[in-house]
Structures are given as C-alpha cells and as structure tokens.
C-alpha cells in the first residue's frame, strides 16, 4: 500500500463553533493536491441535534451549549 501523506493538526482544547466552520472551510476550499488533515481536538461539552431533532427533545441540558443540524 502507498503512503499516503497527512497533516495532523493538534489543536488541543478549543471552543465547538468556531472549530466546525474552520473544519467546514477547509472541506469547501481544498482542491486535488490538498494533503488531507487529522485534526486532533478536543471541545467542551456540547449537544448536536440531527436534522429531525427539536430542542424539546433535550430534557435538561443545563450549561450545556446546544448546536442544531446545520447544512451548508
């Protein structure tokens, strides 16, 4: 089997949002010769809702932050 460069990032404790959009950008703007990433995280607690998902569905949440299905 070949090898396969990757690029692993670590990017430690970091906030959910703004990691997405950032994983999110990198999808949207990578091209042929773009080396594929691994981004190693981690993120605080959070709840991610699919795209059925209603935030009364969540009983109690408490400080929890609550991210519903987003497709873009």
């Not at 959070?46 to 609550?66: C, F, M, P, S, W």
């Amino acid at each position: 089997m070949p090898f396969i460069p990757v690029l692993i990032r670590h990017l430690g404790l970091v906030s959910y949002q703004p990691t997405y959009q950032a994983m999110r950008q990198f999808t949207n703007t990578r091209h042929v010769d773009t080396l594929d990433e691994l981004w190693v995280l981690q993120h605080p607690s959070v709840y991610t809702l699919g795209q059925a998902g209603k935030r009364e569905h969540l009983l109690n949440t408490g400080d929890i932050a609550v991210y519903p299905f987003c497709r873009d």
